[in-house]
C-alpha cells in the first residue's frame, strides 16, 4: 500500500445516531538491517514447492500469512506453525508456540498435506473495467488536516486495487506479471485465493456458529475458534507497543461498523505533536483503520484494518488490534455482538 501514512490516531466512528470512541494505530517503520540489495532479495529454496505456494494454500485454508509475498518471514512462519497445530503435525517447538524452528519448516510432509502436489496456487484473472476506473487517489498526504479535504481514502491505484483484490504484495503481481499493463480486458495471473473486494460487505458466517476471537501478543496474531477449539480463521496482527501494549482481559463485540469514517482528537494522544487539530478522515481502504471496525467493550479499543498490509505484525500500534482489510472483514463476518474476545 501506499508508503506515507499519516499518523494513525484515536478515533471516533460515527454510525447512524451512536457514537463509539476508537483507538486506531500508528504506523512505526522498522529498522532496516545493513545488507546489500542482492542478499536482501534472495529467497532460500525449499525441498518441495515455494514460499509463495505455501502461502497461497494456507490462506486458503483459513490460516493467513497477510500478505502474500513469496518470502520468508513471521507471519509465515506462525500460519505455518498454527495449521500445523491445528491438522495435528506440530512437533514439539510448534506446540509451544514458538514458530520458525526446524519442527515447523515448509518440508514436503506440509507440502503434501497442504494439497500442494494437485493444488494450482495461480489463477488466472481478466481485469475489468472497475478495476481500472478508480476513482483512485493518487496522492495521499500525510496530514490529517490534508486529508481530511479528500474526497474519499480510496486506493491509489489499479495496482494497489488488484494487490489487496488477491491478497498480495503489488510487488508480486508485478514479478508474475512482467511489463503486463494493468487495462481492462488484460488477463494476468494472481494468486489463487478468494478475491476481496473492499466495497462489497461480508454477509454473516452462519455456517461458521457460535464463535470466540483471542488475540496473543505471543505470536502477534488473531484467531476465530469454534466452541470445540477448532479454528475458523488464523490471521496476522499488530497489537500494541511500549506506551500503549494490549491490555489483557476478556471482552465482547459490541458493534459492527463498515466502512467507517475516521475521527481525530489529538488531545488524547500521548504523542499528538503540537498544532495537532481536529480531523475526520472520510471512508476507504486507505482510511487510518481501513475498511471495517469491530468495536470491544473496552473503551476506545477495537479490531480493523488497515491501509499498509504489509507492515501488519511489522510495526507498532496504540494498542488496538490490526490486520490486512481482507482479514479484517472475513473476521467481520464470523462475530456478531456478543462475540466474547480474549487478549492474552
Same mark, same amino acid.
Given at each position: 500500500m501506499r508508503t506515507h501514512i499519516a499518523q494513525i490516531v484515536l478515533a471516533t466512528v460515527i454510525v447512524g445516531a451512536s457514537t463509539h470512541d476508537a483507538l486506531a494505530q500508528m504506523h512505526r517503520r522498522a529498522p532496516r538491517r545493513a545488507s546489500s540489495a542482492k542478499a536482501a532479495n534472495v529467497v532460500p529454496p525449499l525441498p518441495c514447492g515455494d514460499y509463495m505456494s505455501f502461502q497461497v494454500l494456507l490462506d486458503r485454508q483459513g490460516f493467513s500469512p497477510g500478505q502474500?509475498?513469496?518470502?520468508?518471514?513471521?507471519?509465515?512462519?506462525?500460519?505455518?506453525?498454527?495449521?500445523?497445530?491445528?491438522?495435528?503435525?506440530?512437533?514439539? @517447538? &510448534?506446540?509451544?508456540?514458538?514458530?520458525?524452528?526446524? $519442527?515447523? *519448516?515448509?518440508?514436503?510432509?506440509? /507440502?503434501? %498435506?497442504?494439497g500442494g502436489d494437485t493444488a494450482q496456487p495461480l489463477t488466472t484473472y481478466t481485469i475489468t473495467k472497475?478495476?481500472?476506473?478508480?476513482?483512485?487517489?493518487?496522492?495521499?498526504?500525510?496530514?490529517?488536516?490534508?486529508?481530511?479535504g479528500l474526497p474519499s481514502l480510496s486506493y491509489q491505484s489499479a495496482a494497489e486495487l488488484l494487490g489487496e483484490k488477491f491478497h498480495a504484495a503489488p510487488a508480486l503481481l508485478e514479478k508474475l506479471n512482467?511489463? @503486463? &499493463?494493468?487495462?481492462?480486458?488484460?488477463?494476468?495471473? $494472481?494468486? *489463487?485465493?478468494?478475491?476481496?473486494? /473492499?466495497? %462489497?460487505?461480508?454477509?454473516?458466517?452462519?455456517?461458521?456458529?457460535?464463535?470466540?476471537?483471542?488475540?496473543?501478543?505471543?505470536?502477534?496474531?488473531?484467531?476465530?475458534?469454534?466452541?470445540?477449539?477448532s479454528i475458523v480463521h488464523f490471521a496476522p496482527v499488530t497489537t500494541g507497543s511500549v506506551h500503549d501494549p494490549l491490555p489483557?482481559?476478556?471482552?465482547k463485540v459490541t458493534v459492527i461498523n463498515w466502512h467507517p469514517p475516521f475521527h481525530y482528537n489529538p488531545d488524547l494522544f500521548w504523542d499528538a505533536k503540537p498544532g495537532d487539530t481536529k480531523a475526520t478522515i472520510k471512508p476507504g481502504p486507505n482510511n487510518p483503520v481501513g475498511v471495517v471496525?469491530?468495536?470491544?467493550?473496552?473503551?476506545?479499543?477495537?479490531?480493523?484494518?488497515?491501509?499498509?498490509?504489509?507492515?501488519?505484525?511489522?510495526?507498532?500500534?496504540?494498542?488496538?488490534?490490526?490486520?490486512?482489510?481482507?482479514?479484517?472483514?472475513?473476521?467481520a463476518a464470523l462475530v456478531k455482538p456478543g462475540t466474547p474476545v480474549h487478549f492474552r
Open positions: 502474500i509475498d513469496g518470502r520468508p518471514g513471521k507471519n509465515f512462519d506462525h500460519a505455518l506453525a498454527a495449521w500445523r497445530i491445528a491438522k495435528n503435525m506440530a512437533g514439539p @517447538v &510448534a506446540t509451544s508456540g514458538v514458530a520458525g524452528a526446524a $519442527a515447523n *519448516a515448509p518440508d514436503c510432509g506440509a /507440502w503434501k %498435506a497442504l472497475d478495476d481500472v476506473d478508480g476513482p483512485f487517489q493518487k496522492e495521499i498526504p500525510k496530514s490529517l488536516d490534508a486529508q481530511a512482467p511489463a @503486463v &499493463a494493468y487495462e481492462e480486458a488484460r488477463t494476468i495471473k $494472481a494468486p *489463487a485465493v478468494q478475491p476481496f473486494d /473492499w466495497n %462489497a460487505k461480508l454477509t454473516p458466517d452462519a455456517a461458521a456458529g457460535d464463535v470466540e476471537i483471542t488475540v496473543s501478543r505471543a505470536d502477534s496474531a488473531l484467531r476465530v475458534t469454534r466452541a470445540d477449539g489483557t482481559g476478556d471482552y471496525w469491530i468495536s470491544l467493550s473496552l473503551e476506545h479499543y477495537g479490531i480493523h484494518g488497515t491501509p499498509e498490509p504489509g507492515n501488519i505484525a511489522k510495526t507498532e500500534s496504540h494498542g488496538c488490534v490490526r490486520l490486512t482489510n481482507w482479514d479484517a472483514a472475513r473476521v
